[in-house]
């Protein structure tokens, strides 16, 4: 959290009087004048020693608004030099410094040194405490900020000094991971101002200058953050800021600290556009169009010890698969050279949980495509997928996407891949599924890869040892709002009871086919449910205890209606008519001659929670998103 570790957050002190510059707490490193003199602190000194100090400070400066200007910077200086101490800042803020330095600002706009001196005061007195920034933006701060913003737009370290301040006064507070902060009173003036155009200026008028790309990105981030700036956020006008934060990555790619606020900045403008139905889709789809995907790759091999460009980078690619959700989007971005440098990430990053939690967002929502799975299926994804479960067991959003990622890969693999098919995947999704069994989205996530890899004939047997039916049985009855959960239950039974009555047995003993009826009873709208549940049926009814048993809970009733609810989906109704004819027995006591059960996997799914972009120095929390996800294929 030092604000010193990133170049556009420390207000600048180039071309100052000897006085300003680097003199720490108070001692100067040059003579004074009478006037000007301010005792040294002992560090060991008494609190009131300090205090008293303070307050002569503080009344030297209100009694220098009026006289020479040279006196009112280097005061203004000695203010912003406090930022080292929190008692400091502090007690200058309750003796009412901020309101001092204010009315030095607005008396002085035309003058740059005041400005500057008065901006990096604002900046110390604002940082990191909610309650002096808001006395601050309530003291009026703004007016005069942007003032000489406009005063002064051709001086490149004033620009930056006062941008990094009137970022300080709306920097968001910390909320819960689903929330996002009510604006404040600054904030409120600077969005009707369209304050975030002085930015996007500022950039347009220093393209040269990374200080200023860095602090610009910061500052129209942190305005997207809180709610209400959507509709902003969606008009033409913000066409441009696309624009002109694109040519700064594309200038900046050098600079870490630029190039990470730019990528925070692109993640918190989606975030915003959230609030407008189709905003983020259409924010995403101009965040496509200007080319920053083929940034992004870029950053992310530039700088591959940064970990904020790593979560940046990452979690804005997944929110661009996310929210177009197009399969032409998807297949670009792989493209772009992805893959390797994403396997890249994983290695550099693995014990960073926010980074992880980011890629698994993005892979879930890539490999939904199936140009894309193909492509990633022999390069070893889900051995990335195993090694982040192994390193994060506990975070339920990258717990849930992993085994999202899972599932999509393992949907229709034709060539069944050995690594993904495999023991340690299948016990991977199990204990997922047993740590996170509370979560219903990880849940869901689990239980259907599993029953995607269930279609693979080399499992099953390893399915039945370990007990994966009762898992995703108990799992299908502790969450009964889930048909998800249900169908992969459905579908385990229909898988694993294909040609086998030693596992039909199995399966019945554990309760499976009053599970079944009861899952097609309850979910019989939802197609996935219907179809697997129909096979599952079909393949457990060969025996004639079983039939009996499925005849004595109304299944054959209950394959017409469910059949009947579905009149457009073949799929359900060929499951439907197998069903029947297995279930109606001719006088012979023989199943009606039909073909046996055809196997499928479940349809994909899409990431369940993505981590927001990093907002600047101070480590953020995620914002969620829901997921969507997709039907069975």
Same mark, same amino acid.
Not at 292 to 302: E, I, N
Not at 324 to 347: F, I, R
Not at 488 to 507: F, G, I, T, Y
């Given at each position: 959290?030092?604000?010193?570790?990133?170049?556009?957050?420390?207000?600048?002190?180039?071309?100052?009087?000897?006085?300003?510059?680097?003199?720490?707490?108070?001692?100067?490193?040059?003579?004074?004048? @009478?006037?000007?003199?301010?005792?040294?602190?002992?560090?060991?000194?008494?609190?009131?020693?300090?205090?008293?100090?303070? !307050?002569?400070?503080?009344?030297?400066?209100? &009694?220098?608004?009026?006289?020479?200007?040279?006196?009112v910077?280097?005061?203004?200086?000695?203010?912003?030099?406090r930022?080292?101490? &929190?008692?400091d800042?502090?007690?200058?803020?309750?003796?009412?410094t901020?309101?001092?330095?204010?009315?030095?600002? !607005?008396?002085?706009?035309?003058?740059?040194?005041?400005?500057e001196?008065?901006?990096?005061?604002?900046?110390a007195?604002?940082?990191?405490?909610?309650? !002096?920034?808001?006395?601050?933006?309530?003291?009026?701060?703004?007016?005069?900020?942007?003032?000489s913003?406009c005063?002064?737009?051709?001086?490149?370290d004033?620009?930056?000094?006062?941008?990094? =301040?009137?970022?300080?006064?709306v920097?968001?507070?910390?909320?819960?991971?689903?929330?996002?902060?009510?604006?404040?009173?600054?904030?409120?003036?600077?969005?009707?101002?369209?304050?975030?155009?002085?930015?996007?200026?500022?950039?347009?008028? #220093?393209?040269d200058?990374?200080?200023?790309?860095?602090?610009?990105?910061?500052?129209?981030?942190?305005?997207?953050?809180?709610?209400?700036?959507?509709?902003?956020?969606?008009? @033409?006008?913000?066409? $441009?800021?696309?624009?002109?934060?694109?040519?700064?990555?594309?200038?900046?790619?050098g600079?870490?600290?630029?190039?990470?606020?730019?990528?925070?900045?692109?993640?918190?403008?989606? &975030?915003?556009?959230?609030?407008?139905?189709? $905003?983020?889709?259409?924010? *995403?789809?101009?965040?496509? =169009?200007?080319?920053?995907?083929?940034?992004?790759?870029?950053?992310?091999?530039?700088?591959?010890?940064?970990?904020?460009?790593?979560?940046g $980078?990452?979690?804005?690619?997944?929110?661009?698969?996310?929210?177009?959700?197009?399969?032409?989007?998807? *297949?670009?971005?792989?493209? *772009?050279?992805?893959a390797?440098?994403?396997?890249?990430?994983?290695?550099?990053?693995?014990?960073?949980?926010?980074?992880?939690?980011?890629?698994?967002?993005?892979?879930?929502?890539?490999?939904?495509?199936?140009?894309?799975?193909?492509?990633?299926?022999?390069?070893?994804? &889900?051995?990335?997928?195993?090694?982040?479960?192994?390193?994060?067991?506990?975070?339920?959003?990258?717990?849930?996407?992993?085994?999202?990622?899972?599932?999509?890969?393992?949907?229709?693999?034709?060539?069944?891949?050995?690594?993904?098919?495999?023991?340690?995947?299948?016990?991977?999704?199990?204990? *997922?599924?047993?740590?996170?069994?509370?979560?219903?989205?990880?849940?869901?996530?689990?239980?259907?890869?599993?029953?995607?890899?269930?279609?693979?004939?080399?499992?099953?047997? #390893?399915?039945?040892?370990?007990?994966?039916?009762? =898992?995703?049985?108990?799992?299908?009855?502790?969450?009964?709002?889930?048909?998800?959960?249900?169908?992969a239950?459905? @579908?385990?039974?229909?898988?694993?009871?294909?040609?086998?009555?030693? /596992?039909?047995?199995?399966? /019945?003993?554990?309760?499976?086919?009053?599970?079944?009826?009861?899952?097609?009873?309850?979910?019989?709208?939802?197609?996935?449910?219907?179809?697997?549940?129909?096979?599952?049926?079909?393949?457990? $009814?060969?025996? =004639?205890?079983?039939?009996?048993?499925?005849?004595?809970?109304?299944?054959?009733?209950?394959?017409?209606?469910?059949?009947?609810? #579905?009149?457009?989906?073949?799929?359900?109704?060929?499951?439907?008519?197998?069903? @029947?004819?297995?279930?109606?027995?001719?006088?012979?006591?023989?199943?009606?001659? /039909?073909?046996?059960?055809?196997?499928?996997?479940?349809?994909?799914?899409?990431?369940?929670?993505?981590?927001?972009?990093?907002?600047?120095?101070?480590?953020?929390?995620?914002?969620?998103? /829901?997921?969507?996800?997709?039907?069975?294929?």
């Amino acid at each position: 959290d030092d604000p010193s570790a990133k170049g556009s957050d420390v207000p600048s002190t180039e071309g100052k009087t000897a006085e300003g510059t680097d003199a720490p707490q108070g001692v100067q490193n040059t003579p004074q004048t @009478e006037a000007e003199t301010e005792p040294a602190i002992p560090a060991n000194a008494h609190p009131l020693a300090a205090m008293g100090a303070l !307050r002569g400070l503080h009344d030297k400066l209100r &009694e220098a608004v009026e006289d020479p200007l040279s006196l009112v910077c280097s005061l203004l200086e000695r203010v912003a030099q406090r930022v080292g101490s &929190e008692d400091d800042l502090q007690t200058l803020y309750t003796l009412g410094t901020h309101d001092t330095v204010i009315e030095a600002l !607005r008396g002085n706009l035309d003058h740059p040194d005041v400005c500057e001196a008065a901006a990096g005061a604002i900046w110390a007195l604002c940082a990191g405490d909610p309650v !002096r920034r808001q006395g601050v933006a309530d003291a009026g701060a703004v007016g005069p900020l942007t003032a000489s913003l406009c005063t002064h737009r051709g001086r490149p370290d004033l620009v930056n000094t006062i941008l990094t =301040a009137l970022t300080a006064l709306v920097e968001a507070e910390e909320v819960e991971a689903e929330d996002r902060p009510t604006p404040n009173s600054a904030l409120v003036s600077l969005r009707q101002e369209s304050a975030y155009l002085f930015a996007v200026r500022a950039m347009q008028d #220093h393209t040269d200058v990374p200080e200023i790309a860095g602090a610009a990105a910061d500052f129209i981030g942190s305005m997207c953050r809180p709610v209400g700036m959507g509709p902003v956020v969606v008009s @033409e006008e913000y066409e $441009g800021v696309i624009v002109m934060l694109v040519i700064s990555l594309q200038t900046h790619m050098g600079y870490a600290s630029v190039v990470e606020g730019i990528l925070s900045c692109f993640s918190h403008m989606v &975030e915003a556009a959230k609030e407008v139905e189709g $905003g983020a889709a259409d924010m *995403c789809r101009s965040i496509y =169009a200007a080319g920053v995907p083929d940034l992004v790759v870029q950053a992310l091999a530039a700088h591959k010890e940064s970990s904020m460009i790593a979560l940046g $980078g990452v979690a804005l690619l997944g929110m661009i698969s996310f929210h177009t959700e197009d399969d032409a989007v998807d *297949c670009a971005l792989y493209e *772009c050279g992805l893959a390797p440098v994403l396997l890249g990430v994983v290695d550099a990053h693995l014990p960073n949980s926010r980074v992880m939690e980011a890629m698994m967002y993005s892979l879930s929502n890539l490999s939904h495509c199936d140009t894309v799975k193909h492509q990633m299926l022999p390069l070893g994804f &889900e051995t990335a997928a195993l090694k982040v479960l192994d390193a994060h067991p506990s975070v339920a959003a990258l717990n849930g996407n992993a085994c999202t990622l899972l599932l999509n890969l393992a949907h229709k693999d034709p060539l069944f891949h050995p690594s993904l098919f495999s023991v340690p995947v299948m016990d991977a999704l199990l204990s *997922c599924m047993h740590r996170h069994q509370t979560d219903g989205s990880v849940v869901d996530a689990a239980s259907g890869a599993l029953g995607n890899i269930s279609v693979c004939q080399g499992m099953r047997q #390893h399915i039945m040892d370990k007990g994966v039916f009762q =898992a995703v049985l108990a799992a299908a009855t502790l969450h009964p709002d889930h048909p998800d959960t249900a169908a992969a239950m459905c @579908e385990l039974v229909e898988h694993l009871a294909k040609d086998d009555p030693v /596992r039909q047995d199995s399966l /019945r003993s554990h309760g499976c086919l009053d599970a079944v009826v009861t899952a097609l009873s309850v979910y019989k709208d939802n197609d996935e449910v219907a179809e697997a549940g129909l096979m599952a049926l079909a393949n457990m $009814g060969r025996q =004639a205890t079983h039939r009996d048993r499925i005849l004595s809970l109304r299944g054959l009733d209950l394959c017409r209606t469910v059949a009947s609810v #579905h009149p457009a989906k073949p799929k359900v109704t060929a499951a439907a008519g197998l069903a @029947e004819g297995v279930l109606q027995v001719s006088p012979k006591g023989t199943a009606a001659k /039909r073909k046996k059960g055809v196997e499928k996997g479940k349809g994909k799914g899409k990431g369940v929670a993505s981590p927001k972009g990093e907002t600047k120095a101070k480590g953020k929390g995620f914002m969620g998103f /829901r997921s969507r996800k997709s039907k069975r294929q």
